[in-house]
């Protein structure tokens, strides 16, 4: 887990937190700024590192990307 990536990880936590004690009137708007931020580290996490997930739907392309001997 890279810097960044503990860097979200604690900002969700903290917005996770300030929706659990915000008053009946801010509930909903730090929860749903907390499920945004959620997703956008989900997506994230997935598809935005040199590692993460590769769509090539020709597979001769993705086997000339991923192969070195190839």
């Not at 903290?14 to 801010?26: C, G, K, N, T, W």
């Amino acid at each position: 887990m890279s810097g960044r990536h503990k860097v979200e990880v604690v900002i969700f936590t903290i917005l996770v937190f300030i929706a659990f004690i915000s008053r009946a009137d801010y509930w909903i708007p730090w929860t749903v700024l907390a499920i945004f931020w959620g997703i956008l580290c989900l997506f994230d996490w997935l598809f935005i590192n040199e590692k993460g997930f590769m769509f090539e739907p020709n597979f001769k392309n993705w086997q000339r990307i991923t192969e070195p001997r190839y």
